[in-house]
């Protein structure tokens, strides 16, 4: 009796734990779903980079990324969480920069030997995020930059691919900052030139053109007869100035460190205090936006750092240093003013 009473309780345990198994799936396809249709809007709406990038972009990378094994790797939303996933990392390599920085000029060698170290390990981190967008892309929506542009669907689908192109070619160089010790492929760059063509250029705020023009300033023999690089940046930081979205102008002002001229660098930087303090921001993409005005603040900071031992003083952006204020009034711009 005990034995034929022990069957049907072995089947009822042995149902209620595949039944574990069973609800997984679902529940992978509803969050998926969640986080393409709710979480990514909220995210790309957001205000707050640090909590978004560092809050959202961790949580959901491990949460979203962990059902990949049950239903597929959900390669769209990946993209945009890593993208934040990047920009937190990154966050952190900055600060470390910036105290490489300051202890060089102190002269403490050993603390910015060491303040370097922790700098690349963050771009190395940065890097392997970033990386995993390239990744995440090509699996979303074929590989970048050849064949036929991919098919959309909606604004949340575009932003997620101008995300992931432009993450791309971030990730190249991130690992550069980090020695390369990530092995991004070098062709990414020409990939995402080409890439990049697939999005309105008016609808998103210049941001093609300008990604266009960074390909054709880095990689030699990419820009085509007839075309000016810098002209092409300028006009795409012109565009996002009218719309107010500062991306563009952040590229022509790391296009600008990136080709060693200061006086184009802070040229970018300006525009971008200009656009910040001044036009309104796409309010559906006000993470992109405040992503664009910290990498300009941190260029900003360097700048700064080097020459006084301190950032940019605090709603200081768009100046510098012995320079006079960029409104044109003609007085210098003294750090112990904004204490």
Known sequence: MLKTLSLPVMAVVAVMLSGCGLIYKPTGWVLTSYAQDQAVPYALASGDPDLTAC????????????????????????????????????????????????????????????????????????????????KDT????????????????????????????LTSVQGLLSDIQASSSVGVPQNIARKAGRAITCLDNEKWWGVPQAVQ??????????????????????????????????LAATLYALAGYGQSDVAKEKEGIRQVAHIYNNVEPP????????????????????????????????????????????????????AEDYL
């Not at 090509?138 to 991919?150: H, Q």
């Open 283 to 334: 309010a559906d993409y006000l993470l992109l936006a405040e992503i664009g005005y910290q990498q300009a603040q941190f260029l900003s900071d360097r700048i700064w750092t080097k020459k006084t031992g301190k950032r940019t003083p605090f709603q200081g952006l768009g100046t510098f240093p012995g320079e006079t204020d960029s409104s044109g009034g003609g007085s210098e711009v003294n």
């Open 213 to 246: 023009a960074v390909v054709w300033l880095t990689v030699p023999g990419t820009t085509p007869d007839g075309k000016d690089p810098w002209a092409e940046l300028k006009q795409a930081a012109d565009l996002g100035e009218k719309k107010g979205m500062p």
């Open 138 to 165: 090509v699996d979303a929506f074929g590989e970048i930059g050849e064949g036929e542009c991919p098919s959309f669907g909606d604004d949340t689908v575009e932003a997620e691919f101008m995300s992931g192109v």
């Open 55 to 134: 809050g959202s972009g961790k949580g959901l990378n491990q949460l979203i990324g962990s059902f990949g094994p049950v239903i597929g790797r959900p390669s769209k939303v990946m993209v945009a969480v890593g993208l934040l996933a990047g920009a937190c990392s990154e966050a952190k390599a900055h600060e470390a920069d910036l105290h490489f920085a300051r202890a060089l000029r102190a002269g403490n060698t050993e603390e910015a030997r060491d303040a370097r170290i922790k700098a690349q390990r963050y771009y190395r981190t940065t890097a392997l995020r970033r990386y995993q967008v390239y």
